[in-house]
């Protein structure tokens, strides 16, 4: 069983869907992130969660809403994108305050048509 | 000036070459680093976190300058599997809770 996992893989939706990310860490971390990477951009962080608390939003707009139900889970959902949000949003885990290295997931390649 | 900055690369080397990315960053507070690689269309990986004496794994050794604010990764004897973009990335904080990645610089590990 991998230490993140991400669903779906692929993701092509309407710019009046709306749909949701998940993301689950099997490795007992504390902390979780959404970042998302365009074509030729660097990685960009979006939302962290320290313990299931919000902790980071760097800018986002309300169109993504990030969920922490528990601190195994976490979701992004989506509503009224613009085709410029097609990217690949990846999540990660890691420790949190105790530091150490993050580990991503797959990632989810989303088009917005 | 962005907070992690990376060779712009691409590199294209021979097979059994050694290559050396540069990487610096902005914030003189920042506590963590790391080397990650990521291959086309995939997830990052961690390659290796890079400690204050510098560490050494394999082909792989990172070194980092903490009063220039600078890290580096070197690799020898290159083979063609380790063509992939190498990202820098950094804690910026105390808290460990946040990962600053650099715009990476892709390797091409030519036969």
């Known amino acids: 069983e991998t230490g993140v996992t991400q669903t779906p893989r692929h993701l092509v939706m309407g710019m009046t869907n709306k749909k949701s990310l998940k993301c689950e860490q099997h490795?007992?971390?504390?902390?979780m992130y959404w970042y998302k990477q365009s074509a030729k951009k660097p990685l960009e962080l979006m939302f962290v969660?320290?313990?299931?608390?919000?902790?980071e939003n760097n800018s986002v707009p309300s169109r993504f809403s990030p969920e922490c139900p528990n601190s195994s889970h976490l979701f992004l959902h989506l509503h009224t994108l613009q085709p410029e949000d097609s990217a690949l949003y990846l999540c990660?885990?890691?420790?949190?305050?105790?530091?150490?290295?993050?580990?991503f997931g797959q990632g989810t390649r989303l088009t917005v048509v | 000036r962005k907070e992690v900055e990376q060779d712009p690369g691409p590199f294209n080397v021979p097979e059994g070459a050694t290559v050396a990315f540069n990487c610096t960053y902005s914030?003189?507070?920042?506590?963590?680093f790391f080397w990650y690689r990521q291959d086309c269309r995939k997830e990052p990986k961690l390659l290796m976190s890079v400690y204050s004496s510098g560490n050494e794994d394999g082909r792989f050794t990172a070194q980092l300058n903490r009063a220039s604010q600078y890290i580096s990764l070197l690799i020898r004897d290159s083979k063609l599997s380790d063509s992939a973009t190498y990202l820098c990335v950094v804690n910026p904080d105390n808290y460990g809770q946040n990962f600053v990645f650099g715009p990476g610089t892709r390797l091409s590990v030519l036969p």
């Open positions: 914030n003189s507070a920042s506590q963590s």
């Open positions: 490795l007992g971390h504390n902390a």
């Open positions: 990660a885990s890691s420790q949190g305050f105790r530091g150490g290295e993050a580990f």
């Open positions: 969660y320290n313990f299931k608390e919000q902790t």
